[in-house]
Structures are given as C-alpha cells and as structure tokens.
C-alpha cells in the first residue's frame, strides 16, 4: 500500500505565497510521474503540474510562471511551490502519484489539502 499526504495549504492573502508537499510512503519501488491537481465544489479536477521522474515538468495556463513543481526522489517527495496567488486559486489541491510497488503498478491520491486565497 502506498499513502501520500498532502501539507502547506492555508490562508494567504492575494499576491501571497505557500508552499505544498506531498510524501509518499509504503512498498515503493519507484515513482514515476506526480502530479498536483486542484478541484472546486461543483466543478472537475484541474490538472495543475506534473513532473516526471527525470525531472521534466509541464504546467496548465493557468498557474505557468507563478507555480513550480519540484521532487526530491531520495526523500519520495513532491512540491508545488505557488507565488503570485490570486483568489481564484483558492480550492482544495491533491497530489498524485503513478507508483510501481511490490504487486503492481497504479496511481495513488493524497486526502487534499485547502488553500484559500483571500484579504
């Protein structure tokens, strides 16, 4: 079984900043691509970043040139760093994780972690 947990959401005024991480634990062979996706109430889960295991990443329209995703492969950890925040940032952000374990190979999802941007 494999867990990711998300941290670093919270309140942040507009123009603000935070910082997201999310470790993955368990029977972990190898991570390849993560991902941070966000999802308001109502509306369907947005794709926010992604980084693949070498490192490559790609980013919506929405957040390019405000947020960075990063990972640590030694400590099984992925960031989303978001500057320049705009209140229509504000929902809650899960990570994803495509892992290959010990008995097979899925995608796994942390709980969420809300951030809210707002003055």
């Known amino acids: 079984q494999v867990q990711l947990v998300e941290s670093g959401g919270g309140l942040v005024q507009p123009g603000g900043y935070l910082r997201l991480s999310c470790p993955a634990s368990?029977?972990?062979?190898?991570?390849?691509?993560m991902a941070w996706y966000r999802q308001a109430p109502g509306k369907e889960r947005e794709l926010v970043a992604t980084?693949?295991?070498?490192?490559?990443?790609n980013y919506s329209d929405s957040v390019k040139g405000r947020f960075t995703i990063s990972r640590d492969n030694a400590k099984n950890t992925m960031y989303l760093q978001m500057n320049m925040l705009k209140p229509e940032d504000t929902t809650v952000y899960y990570c994803?994780?495509?892992?290959?374990?010990?008995?097979?190979?899925?995608?796994?999802w942390g709980q969420g972690t809300q951030v809210t941007v707002s003055s």
């Open positions: 994803n994780a495509n892992v290959q374990t010990w008995r097979l190979r899925g995608d796994y």
């Open positions: 368990g029977n972990i062979l190898h991570i390849y691509t």
């Open positions: 980084i693949t295991s070498g490192g490559s990443s």
